[in-house]
């Protein structure tokens, strides 16, 4: 649906929020425990810690946007962490390895600044005359 002036209506840009949210939080599950990413990119150079940090961060701030009222928030700040413990549990189970609770931590410390972002990022803008 949309409205005289072309723009999605809230119903529909909610929903399109929502899909996106899904398709975001596969990839993340996906890309983390694909033996195809792990063989193929530098998983641990470099990039490694940037990679988990800019991935939760990002997680974050998608859900916190769909989070529609206050009491939702709480939930909306958990998912992306349940997220992290879920994959980094997945990747220590399927690759016998150490859970990497490093790992862990930056995609938690992620969280917390990507949190802080969104709500700051509406006070940070210039005001309009």
Do not use: N
């Amino acid at each position: 649906m949309k409205d005289r002036c072309g723009s999605p209506t809230p119903e529909r840009r909610s929903r399109l929020s929502a899909v996106v949210a899904v398709l975001w939080y596969a990839c993340v599950a996906v890309g983390s425990v694909s033996p195809k990413w792990k063989t193929r990119l530098p998983t641990h150079g470099g990039v490694h810690v940037p990679v988990h940090f800019s991935t939760y961060a990002i997680t974050a701030m998608l859900t916190l946007g769909l989070a529609r009222y206050p009491r939702w928030r709480i939930a909306a700040f958990a998912a992306p962490i349940m997220l992290a413990l879920a994959t980094e549990s997945l990747q220590a189970y399927i690759y016998k390895i150490r859970f990497e609770w490093h790992d862990l931590a930056t995609d938690i410390f992620a969280v917390l600044i990507g949190s802080l972002l969104f709500f700051a990022i509406p006070y940070l803008r210039p005001k309009s005359f």
